[in-house]
């Protein structure tokens, strides 16, 4: 499986964040997954590769000429799928992944998700996100999006393609 995953590029953030992916990224390696991300070699998105191919996993990194140019490309990116910029690497992303997992992030994370759940909602794919909730990240989010849906701005239940997990093993119950 093509596991996507959207994530911040921020090494100043809860270090409980960074021991989470790591044993997210273990996992996936170990499962045999593939990852997806978005090849940079900061924060979370380079915990998440460096994890995968210690375990002996591949990994999928989609890179923005900016990032090439400002060397900040992951050393752990084993196939390298050049893009122009963000909008492209959202798309190539979102074709190369089955699934894909949020990490902690900011608006780059946002629009991120935003942009796969509104693409899903008017029928371009069936792909389904998942939001690693860890420590409670995605609870303000979360809030939001039952507050859009209590006053009816989101077509159908948005948790039928947004979905929420607290744990390694509530991940690996919604992806199997």
Not at 44 to 50: D, G, V, Y
Not at 119 to 133: A, E, P, V
Not at 145 to 168: E, M, P, T
Request: net charge negative; proline share 2%; with cysteine.
């Amino acid at each position: 499986m093509k596991i996507g995953i959207f994530c911040s590029a921020n090494r100043d953030i809860d270090p409980n964040f960074f021991s989470l992916t790591h044993e997210l990224g273990t996992w996936i390696g170990n499962e045999g997954h593939t990852l997806v991300f978005g090849g940079c070699n900061m924060g979370l998105m380079e915990c998440i590769a460096r994890s995968v191919h210690e375990a002996g996993g591949r990994t999928i990194g989609v890179v923005p000429q900016i990032i090439e140019k400002g060397g900040r490309v992951s050393e752990y990116v084993d196939v390298n799928i050049a893009c122009d910029n963000l909008s492209d690497r959202k798309d190539l992303m979102l074709l190369q992944s089955d699934v894909i997992i949020a990490l902690p992030g900011g608006i780059g994370t946002l629009d991120e998700i935003f942009s796969v759940a509104a693409s899903h909602t008017i029928g371009y794919h069936n792909k389904r996100i998942i939001l690693y909730n860890m420590k409670g990240f995605w609870d303000s989010t979360i809030r939001m999006l039952d507050d859009l849906q209590s006053q009816d701005f989101i077509r159908g239940f948005w948790r039928d393609y947004i979905q929420v997990a607290n744990s390694l093993e509530q991940i690996q119950i919604l992806i199997y």
